[in-house]
């Protein structure tokens, strides 16, 4: 079992950074996955970006692609996802996912989701 915590939401303005983290319990954080999901109002999850196990391999979602930044810290069993310049239509609640798999870029591939962090960033 794993269980995530995300933090570091808030209110922005655009243009502004954020860097949203994701603390992971148990020992076998280096094992999964990571992943972030985002959630606008009205609005399906959707796929930002994805990390595997070791950090080799990143995937962005076109919307963010040049702007967020994954990584993570194995030592620390901690995901980040740092969001630079950000826009009005980044706003959403974000979700961290954790998934027994190479990389993350389908909520099917997903075993454990965190609570949420909701972001807003007014215009």
């Known amino acids: 079992q794993v269980q995530l915590v995300e933090s570091g939401g808030g209110l922005v303005q655009a243009g502004e950074s954020l860097r949203l983290s994701c603390a992971a319990s148990?020992?076998?954080?280096?094992?999964?996955?990571m992943g972030w999901f985002r959630q606008a109002p009205g609005k399906e999850r959707e796929f930002v970006a994805a990390?595997?196990?070791?950090?080799?391999?990143?995937y962005y979602a076109d919307s963010v692609k040049g702007r967020f930044t994954i990584s993570r810290d194995n030592a620390k069993n901690t995901a980040f996802l740092l969001m630079n310049s950000l826009r009005p239509e980044d706003t959403a609640v974000y979700y961290c996912?954790?998934?027994?798999?190479?990389?993350?870029?389908?909520?099917?591939?997903?075993?454990?989701w965190g609570q949420g962090t909701q972001v807003t960033v007014s215009s």
């Open positions: 996912a954790a998934g027994a798999t190479t990389i993350i870029i389908r909520s099917r591939n997903v075993d454990y």
């Open positions: 148990g020992r076998t954080f280096s094992r999964y996955a």
């Open positions: 990390i595997s196990t070791t950090g080799g391999m990143v």
